[in-house]
């Protein structure tokens, strides 16, 4: 078996979350707790109606919304730049410390790649060693 998504126990995701157990592909991220994912009191998870494990905190485990296990499509880090490079510091360290590893390097190469192209003016490896220091 693969290892969990989440293997941190610094990590915001829940204690129960489906990422802490399953790797990354192998459960699903909702908006939200809804009655379409029932909770199971015997493990604790919730699931699809065809058994897939739903993470319903997206903002803890780093991941967008998406059906990753139920349609078999790994997720995709998106890096979003905020309009004001004096934000840059706080939204990287943000996003960085929140990510899960299987995520990190994704993220990093997208920062290599954009933030030049966004803010020439600032030099990408001191922004990104103040984010992960």
């Known amino acids: ?9 610094e990590h915001p995701a829940c204690g129960i979350c489906p990422s802490r157990r399953f790797p ?3 459960f699903d991220v909702a908006e939200r707790p809804s009655r379409e994912f029932p909770f199971n009191p015997v493990d604790g998870h919730r699931y699809t109606d065809a058994g897939v494990p739903v993470c319903v905190h997206p903002e803890k485990v780093g991941l967008p919304p998406g059906r990753y296990a139920t349609d078999g499509t790994p997720p995709v880090p998106e890096l979003r730049l905020p309009n004001d490079p004096v934000d840059l510091d706080p939204y990287l360290r943000d996003l960085m410390h929140s990510a899960a590893p299987g995520m990190l390097e994704q993220l990093i190469d997208q920062a290599v790649e954009q ?19």
């Open 1 to 9: 078996m693969a290892d969990a998504f989440v293997t941190s126990d």
């Open 24 to 26: 990354l592909g192998g």
């Open 115 to 133: 933030i030049p192209q966004v803010f020439p003016e600032v030099d990408v490896v001191q922004a990104l060693r103040r984010a992960l220091g």
